[in-house]
């Protein structure tokens, strides 16, 4: 599965929208871009995911850049309760027992 | 729909026991992952069933094995633990394994070796 690289630490103002990016610039043609969160160290919570094409649910927005090597999740409005980390990990979906999640990004909202 | 399920939540040994931890997948999905998570390490993937059968599996010793039964739900065990076995033991369930999935975590299990 391809390598992720993202921000150690993000801060977000209540209300603001979250960008929070990733570069995957080894991720192959077949490979998925996942987000999950995880919150005082509580079992990860799937957010979105997607191939090619933007995505969006009643969490959470992914954009994906059109050559696949970058994403962004972006929490439309964020609150206070949206501080966890973010885990960005591409996988292939034949091999999603291997999934690798890297280190994440700590994301604080503040009032 | 339920969610998945780890029982025990946590759970304290000592040096040489060994430990038993299960997983009951959300109802209807036939993949389990299981997963380590320590402050140095991150989450680190030890193995996943499907079917009972294993298909994929970590960088583990032979001390981590696990099971899945007829009815998906897994087990699994750590013998002779050690001290850095303490972790937070996650548990994942997918629907399948032939196309793309989305997995599921339980709430973990903590295990304390003392």
């Known amino acids: 599965d391809a390598k992720t690289t993202q921000p150690p630490s993000m801060d977000c103002a209540e209300g603001r929208a979250a960008n929070l990016p990733c570069n995957h610039s080894?991720?192959?043609?077949?490979?998925?871009v996942y987000w999950y969160r995880q919150i005082h160290s509580q079992g990860p919570q799937y957010i979105i995911h997607?191939?090619?094409n933007n995505e969006t649910n009643e969490m959470a927005s992914l954009i994906i850049t059109e050559d696949r090597k970058s994403s962004t999740l972006i929490l439309p409005h964020a609150t206070l309760r949206d501080t966890a980390v973010y885990y960005c990990i591409v996988r292939v979906g034949t091999n999603a027992g291997k999934s690798t999640f890297g280190d994440g990004t700590t994301l604080t909202v503040k009032p | 729909k339920a969610g998945v399920t780890q029982t025990p939540r946590y759970l304290i040994k000592t040096r040489g026991q060994q430990v038993t931890l299960s997983c009951s997948p959300i109802s209807g999905h036939r993949s389990v992952s299981w997963y380590q998570q320590t402050p140095g390490q991150g989450l680190q993937f030890l193995f996943e069933?499907?079917?009972?059968?294993?298909?994929n599996k970590g960088n583990f010793p032979g001390r981590f094995s696990g099971r899945q039964f007829s009815n998906s739900r897994s087990e699994m065990n750590v013998s002779t633990l050690e001290l850095g076995d303490s972790a937070l033991y996650l548990c994942?369930?997918?629907?399948?394994?032939?196309?793309?999935?989305?997995?599921?975590f339980g709430p973990g299990t903590r295990l304390l070796v003392l």
């Open positions: 994942a369930s997918s629907r399948g394994a032939a196309s793309q999935e989305t997995q599921y």
């Open positions: 997607g191939l090619k």
């Open positions: 069933y499907f079917s009972e059968t294993q298909r």
């Open positions: 080894t991720i192959s043609g077949n490979e998925y």
